[in-house]
């Protein structure tokens, strides 16, 4: 087990929840980030949607959603 921080806002202390698996997505619901337990207790998988093996990270977990990367030039 691992813990996820959330900050709502900076100077608030974060909210800390224990937890095995934490998917991070946009407002669209699209996942763009991940960590889980993984093999044994002491082992964390984590990957983001620019790792190329980002899918395949997600489906080991139970995500099937498929995500398209696009680089946009601002």
């Known amino acids: 087990m691992f813990f ?4 709502e806002q900076i100077g608030k202390p ?9 998917v991070i997505r946009l407002a669209d619901g699209t996942p763009i980030s991940m960590a889980a337990m993984f093999g044994s207790e002491r082992s964390v998988i984590v990957s983001h949607c620019e790792d190329s093996n980002f899918h395949q990270n997600l489906q080991k977990i139970g ?4 995500v398209i990367v696009e680089k946009m030039k601002v």
């Open 63 to 66: 995500i099937t959603d498929t």
């Open 4 to 7: 996820v921080e959330i900050v």
């Open 14 to 22: 974060p909210i800390r929840i224990p937890a095995s698996q934490a």
